[in-house]
């Protein structure tokens, strides 16, 4: 029986890197590596940056749903300039309140929401992007995502 072998060199990825280690907890271990140094310059503004490796952050804007209602919420209009109606539809909307996050998650605004239909006045608020709880029963039934204009 014949057997062959080829030796040879394998070539992998490689860079540079700025910084990196090892990192250890209950949940597990890692390593990990903070990428190639990248410096941008646009005119007069200059930017320095990760190179190969820029992180970025995915966040889902949902929430688990409550079996309190059958989340049957409307909040319009979207985006918004002076009043944002918050309305239940068929819904019930006995103990509700809600929470108002500007676009850091810091808590901005909260109150009650005793009507069938609710008014909340935006005319204040500078335009962004803002998120909105709905809460019953001090559970979270919905959050939306708000646009001032």
Known sequence: MLMSVCLGQIYAQQTIAASGG???????????TIG???YLS????NEVSEGVQQSYEISALGTPESG???NNISLYPNPVKDV??????QESFGNSSYQ????QGQMIRQGT????KNELDFRLLPQSLYVIKIIQENQNVKSFKIIKK
């Open 22 to 32: 090892n990192a250890s907890g209950s949940g597990g271990n890692i390593s990990y």
């Open 36 to 38: 190639q140094i990248f």
């Open 100 to 103: 108002l996050f500007n676009s």
């Open 68 to 70: 309190i209602v059958e």
């Open 42 to 45: 646009k005119g007069n503004n």
């Open 113 to 116: 929401l005793n009507q069938k």
């Open 84 to 89: 944002l109606f918050v309305d239940f539809n």
